[in-house]
T-cell receptor, first 113, second 117 residues
């Protein structure tokens, strides 16, 4: 039982390049989330999914796209990376509903030059 | 605007000592409050979740309290250990009438705790 895993762990991009971050969970959770964490700020929700085939925007969705083709996977895409997207990205999953604990992945550090 | 304020921003204490971290929130309507521990370079890990009717909840040496009337919570760490060095994040959840709390979480900026030997 690996929990929530993220790949890659670290990536450097040039401005304008694209990439996809992969999140996988083996807990059969319905809900999955993508957050970004920047110095001096709390975690901010980018996009989330309440089930396979569904996605929704969070607080800071601009410049990102997501897909949930399989229940266990949640992909975060950057179509044209910008330096402002330099951040640590965390994926999380939960069993839905308000009281359920969110389980976080180890994070992906992204540097956009 | 829903906000979560944590204090202090950072704290240094000696190993074996106790400490208390504070969280004030303006989130309404309130569903639950969570405390997470985040080690450097790792993802947050849940410590406690408390609903409106719960005043206190413990997890080992961690005890969280909640006063829903004053919208304040605290996390008390007893007999601190070097492994307690981390950021502690307070998260408050909105009560979602339509079901699902995916976009109803407000995160605090965290308190950075350092335990010195």
């Amino acid at each position: 039982n690996a929990g929530v895993t993220q790949t890659p762990k670290f990536r450097v991009l040039k401005t304008g390049q694209s990439m996809t971050l992969l999140c996988a969970q083996d807990m059969n959770h319905e809900y999955m989330y993508w957050y970004r964490q920047d110095p001096g700020m709390g975690l901010r929700l980018i996009h989330y999914s309440v089930g396979e085939g569904t996605t929704a925007k969070g607080e800071v969705p601009d410049g990102y796209n997501v897909s949930r083709l399989k229940k266990q996977n949640f992909l975060l895409g950057l179509e044209s990376a910008a330096p402002s997207q330099t951040s640590v990205y965390f994926c999380a999953s939960s069993d839905g509903e308000e009281r359920e604990t969110q389980y976080f992945g180890p994070g992906t550090r992204l540097l956009v030059l | 605007k829903n906000q979560v304020e944590q204090s202090p921003q950072s704290l240094i204490i000696l190993e074996g000592k106790n400490c208390t971290l504070q969280c004030n929130y303006t989130v309404s309507p309130f569903s639950n409050l969570r405390w997470y521990k985040q080690d450097t370079g790792r993802g947050p890990v849940s410590l406690t979740i408390m609903t409106f009717s719960e005043n206190t909840k413990s997890n080992g040496r961690y005890t969280a309290t909640l006063d829903a009337d004053t919208k304040q919570s605290s996390l008390h760490i007893t007999a601190s250990q070097l492994s307690d060095s981390a950021s502690y994040i307070c998260v408050v959840s909105l009560k979602m009438y339509s079901g699902g709390g995916a976009d109803g979480l407000t995160f605090g900026k965290g308190t950075h705790l350092i335990i010195q030997p």
